[in-house]
């Protein structure tokens, strides 16, 4: 009964701050300025089953997919037992879906998992060799130093232990099956690694069942202590693409790569400067709207959960022509300077309210004037981001601002938007003369 209560009193807390972080960081995108992404619901439905759940873009390098196909799918799929760890501790049972599906088909599936969990553990291991031993290049990146670094080898630590844990607390289990005047423990083949792991690991030691409880038992406590610790922790990791890969991809925008938008409020203002009559049919707050975005509120819902969801794999920023000629550029950077600066934002509403301003901008105190004069609009992060992501649209909107808002261009590009408003072409001569190169 006492184990019963401290379960119950556990899971709570953990469900607590969860939902409390996830409630928080869906606050947090809805600060953004509305966009309609809800046309074309099959396209969409095929998006999020191709991108979120097969990780079809990720299959360009095959091997690396293929470990990362297992770590992720194995982690899910495993999970799925925590539905019986989870009532087990409820209810104060051990192993209560043994019973209901009969001790051939349980250790059936017990096996698929534990496959699935060495999957795992050398997916983690070949992915913390690339980070730390042979140090992948878009790994070593200047916007990985400190945190982010660590973040990426706490998880994948965190995945090989609780995968240990799962595995030694099968092989307790299947040793103890072995003795039937054991009341606590129902028969238990055992799966094929925990059959292994029992008669090469522990068998060998020959621990008695009272040792061995303890060791089941602390294995058992680690692992769902683990898995509500990872729980709390996800929110506040890139790991949190593991759950928002799936709405990422379901709202991508569906309009052709390299295809720019419209700016509604730049066409409004053109309309009023030639039919100024025409004002009452816009509302005052549009007519009068900000061009481009400063901050993360300018921004739209969907490049705010682009940076919530971001894994920070650096695919974009390796394919960044910008930045593999040396420039400051970083579209996985800009990434996570959106996310950075709407965290701050987030907190700074939680604790001064809504209104409160602290005067900073994600244009100027997180984003610098060079890296988006750096971008060539190439939409080679566009192209690469496993999920879908579109680091562009929010350098784009960043630069409208900085152009616009800030009249803050280079003479060139001063002079080409001159020639395009005379000439409607980026060169200094009028239309009637682009052919003439034909008679020289």
Known sequence: MIQQILFVFLAAVAIYFFTKKVMSIRRNILLGKDEKLNDNPNLRWKNMMLFAL???????????????????????????????????????????????????????????????????????????????????????????????????????????????????????????????????????????????????????????????????????????????????????????HIILAFPNSFFARLNPVGQMENMVSIQKEVVLSFQPERASEFPADEASMKFGAKDVKDLSWKSLMDAYSCSECGRCTAA????????????????????????????????????????????????????????????????QCPILISPLNIILELRRSLVMEDSNVPNEWAMMFGNMENNQAPWKFSNEDRANWIKS
């Open 54 to 240: 097969g990780q079809k873009k990720m299959f360009k390098n095959s091997l690396v997919a293929v470990l990362h196909f297992f770590v992720y799918a194995g982690f899910i799929i495993i999970n799925i037992e925590i539905l019986e760890i989870f009532l087990d501790g409820i209810l104060g049972t051990h192993r209560l879906f043994l019973p209901i599906l009969g001790t051939r088909l349980y250790s059936i599936l017990i096996s698929c998992f534990e496959i699935l969990a060495v999957l795992v553990i050398v997916g983690c291991a070949v992915f913390l060799t690339r980070r730390n031993i042979t140090k992948v290049n878009r790994f070593t990146k200047p916007e990985l130093k400190g945190f982010p670094f660590r973040d990426a080898n706490i998880i994948l630590i965190t995945e090989i232990v609780l995968m240990t844990l799962f595995l030694t607390m099968n092989a307790c289990d299947f040793i103890f099956s072995l003795d039937y005047k054991l009341d606590n423990y129902q028969h238990f083949d055992g799966g094929v690694v925990s059959f292994y792991v029992a008669s090469f690991v522990l068998l060998p030691f020959k621990f008695n069942n009272e040792t061995l409880e303890v060791i089941e038992r602390t294995c058992w406590w680690f692992h769902i202590a683990g898995i509500f610790a990872f729980l709390n922790y996800l929110p506040y990791s890139k790991h949190l």
């Open 320 to 383: 960044c022509p910008a930045n593999q000629t040396g420039k400051k550029l970083s579209p996985r950077k800009i990434m996570m300077d959106t996310r950075d600066r709407l965290e701050e934002v987030g907190n700074n509403i939680d604790k001064h309210g809504m209104d409160f301003t602290d005067n900073k901008t994600l244009l100027g105190d997180y984003v610098s004037v060079e890296e988006l004069r750096a971008c060539t609009t190439c939409n080679a992060c566009v192209e």
